[in-house]
């Protein structure tokens, strides 16, 4: 008599991403997100209130770049222009006002408004992190792919790897880039390179770091999944190692991953400050470090803000893509 062993099948989530579950949790999220920008947005309005001094003397010692004694009437002038002759609950009111209708104030130094100076600078670093982002994950998963259980020295070469990356600091990374691959082999432009050849060094700035934090997240996943049963069915069917790893153990080990994503979105942002002063790029870096520079504090906190901002709705859009590849989180 043959008996027969039951054949272990990968997992099958239940399909679909709208189900009440992950809608309830994507609205608490969103509930949740409105209260952290909020109160970023409050922190950030009470940096501009806290410039010591009268903030008036302070707008027009900017904007003049030196120090001087001002008429009353000029100091009401810029009082009236920039609401300052109101109470404080009436401006906090007005700037949160403001935020939901997109206005992040008056650059102290520029005269302009926040929003404009940052929306004109927003698109590159927005292009400059996504890039990095998505060379990470390629990097993270070629590595994995080619060497979590694939012998000894592989292995170690791979786990090396990654350590190695994940500690290095995005500015060192940038200053050896620079002297490599545009001062000692001129291959690349050594500053204010914005095109596609010109983003290759300060992409793989952000990207080689974070690929480290990514692979050695999805190898002990990886490790784990490797040795499931239903990694042991799809090889008893013949398919090939690649087929196998690519077919049924990478879906798996990528989810942990998936949800740093969101984290390393933010994290790109605020690397791009760094990166975009060492590679001379215009983007928001640039407008952070000329605006501290000046004391021009709205713009700093619309920077402030808008990160904030590319935090919480990188987290949401992270949630739902990883109850796409998993939907079995919407049944918890």
Do not use: C
């Amino acid at each position: 008599m043959t008996t027969t062993t039951p054949v272990t099948a990968e997992p099958v989530a239940p399909p679909g991403w709208f189900t009440a579950q992950n809608m309830r949790r994507t609205a608490a999220q969103i509930v949740s997100g409105l209260g952290v920008l909020a109160a970023a947005a409050t922190v950030a309005w009470l940096a501009q209130i806290a410039i010591p001094g009268d903030r008036a003397t302070a707008i027009l010692n900017i904007r003049a770049g030196t120090q001087q004694t001002y008429t009353p009437e000029q100091l009401a002038e810029v009082d009236k222009a920039f609401g300052f002759d109101t109470p404080l609950v009436a401006q906090w009111l007005t700037y949160v006002t403001g935020l939901l209708h997109g206005d992040l104030g008056t650059s102290y130094s520029q005269f302009k408004p926040v929003t404009e100076i940052i929306g004109n600078q927003l698109a590159p670093s927005l292009v400059l992190t996504v890039s990095a982002l998505v060379v990470a994950w390629i990097i993270a998963v070629v590595v994995s792919l080619s060497t979590v259980r694939r012998g000894r020295l592989r292995d170690g070469l791979g786990t090396a790897f990654e350590a190695f990356t994940a500690s290095l600091p995005q500015y060192w990374v940038g200053v050896i880039l620079l002297v490599i691959f545009a001062v000692k082999i001129p291959i690349f432009p050594v500053i204010g390179g914005d095109g596609a050849w010109g983003s290759v060094l300060p992409i793989l700035t952000l990207a080689i770091p974070l690929s480290g934090f990514l692979g050695q997240v999805i190898r002990d996943e990886f490790e784990k999944v490797l040795d499931q049963p239903f990694i042991t069915t799809a090889r008893t069917r013949g398919l090939s190692e690649t087929a196998v790893r690519l077919g049924h153990g990478l879906r798996h080990a990528v989810v942990p991953a998936v949800s740093l994503s969101g984290w390393a979105l933010g994290a790109l942002i605020s690397g791009a400050v760094i990166v975009e002063n060492v590679f001379g790029r215009p983007g928001v870096g640039q407008i952070l470090v000329t605006a501290v520079n000046t004391r021009d504090i709205p713009t700093v906190s619309g920077v402030v803000v808008l990160i904030a901002a590319i935090y919480i709705v990188a987290n949401i859009l992270v949630d739902v893509v990883y109850s796409i590849i998993d939907p079995r989180l919407g049944e918890s």
